[in-house]
């Protein structure tokens, strides 16, 4: 699905990001791997990603060990 997105005739970049800088995506990303579903869609944030999404806005800095 995505490589016939790319395909198009379109200015793409792609950019690799540390889990450190997005936990809120790294969050989303590994509740999906753990999940039977095909496609999730939240009204509300789910309230284990909340504190990640207060940490993101504070701007909290995860150094990477």
Known sequence: MYQDLLA???NVSLQHTLREA?????????Y?????????SW????SELIPL???DVM???HVRS
């Open 8 to 10: 198009l005739d379109w």
């Open 22 to 30: 997005n936990f809120c995506a790294d969050w989303v990303a590994k």
């Open 32 to 40: 999906g791997a753990n999940h039977v579903d095909s496609f999730i």
């Open 43 to 46: 009204l509300n944030s789910p």
């Open 53 to 55: 999404l207060s940490a």
């Open 59 to 61: 701007g909290v800095v």
